[in-house]
């Protein structure tokens, strides 16, 4: 079963617009990460928010974590064609839960040249 | 570093056929997890391995499912008897959890699709 939603489920826009991307999720947890995946590849580790963290920031790429919300929000700034792919959220539950990831259905964004 | 690697990385088979997929992790990592993706779907948990101990899996994973990971280091995941709706990617990632290089992520290999006819 799957931890969370993502909305949007597809979101397109612009090169040079910014992306924005909400995760929901149901439990308590370690901490969230997400996850960008290109058509019929593996995924590949973009940030890592901790459970007592607000926002984090990583190039141009800024998460927010609002715990007593039990959501996430993964913004994308200055998108560009390359990043045309699928973005996941993944909560981890902990030591208790095998450290294991527990994935959202990923919204799906087309940036358009 | 190579990687986490799979092989293959497409499969067709027929109906009731066993088909079994590998995975490499990153050496020296000792957690290896099995994950399954539909089309349009996130990745879901299947089990995932301590060195060689098995130690959890997921409802997902019925009888006809078996991983293994005897020495610690690669891990196969077989499926007997294979039916349509086994056709998914089967994703693997490891991590070196536990130690003083686990970050928490998970490294990702490209995965193996699995196309039952």
């Known amino acids: 079963s799957q931890q969370g939603e993502e909305d949007p489920q597809a979101l397109s826009i612009q090169e040079g617009e910014n992306a924005t991307m909400n995760c929901s999720y149901k439990t308590s947890i370690n901490n969230l990460q997400w996850y960008r995946q290109n058509s019929g590849r593996g995924l590949v580790h973009l940030i890592l928010i901790r459970s007592n963290e607000r926002e984090k920031h990583s190039g141009r790429l800024r998460v927010t974590l609002d715990t007593s919300k039990k959501s996430s929000s993964l913004l994308i700034t200055a998108s560009r064609a390359a990043d045309t792919a699928s973005y996941f959220c993944a909560t981890d539950g902990g030591k208790a839960a095998g450290n294991k990831l527990t994935f959202g259905g990923g919204t799906r964004v087309l940036v358009k040249p | 570093d190579t990687g986490v690697s799979q092989d293959p990385r497409h499969k067709i088979t027929k109906r009731g056929q066993n088909v079994t997929f590998r995975c490499d992790p990153i050496?020296?990592?000792?957690?290896l997890y099995w994950y399954r993706q539909t089309l349009g779907q996130g990745p879901e948990f299947l089990t995932y391995?301590?060195?060689?101990?098995?130690?959890?899996k997921s409802r997902l994973l019925s009888d006809r499912f078996s991983a293994e990971r005897p020495k610690g280091s690669f891990s196969t995941l077989e499926i007997q008897r294979t039916e349509q709706g086994d056709s998914a990617m089967y994703l693997c990632?490891?991590?070196?959890?536990?130690?003083?290089?686990?970050?928490?992520?998970?490294?990702f290999g490209e995965g193996s699709r699995l196309t039952v006819l």
């Open positions: 050496s020296e990592h000792n957690r």
């Open positions: 990632a490891s991590s070196p959890q536990g130690t003083g290089s686990y970050t928490g992520e998970l490294f």
């Open positions: 391995f301590q060195n060689e101990a098995q130690l959890e």
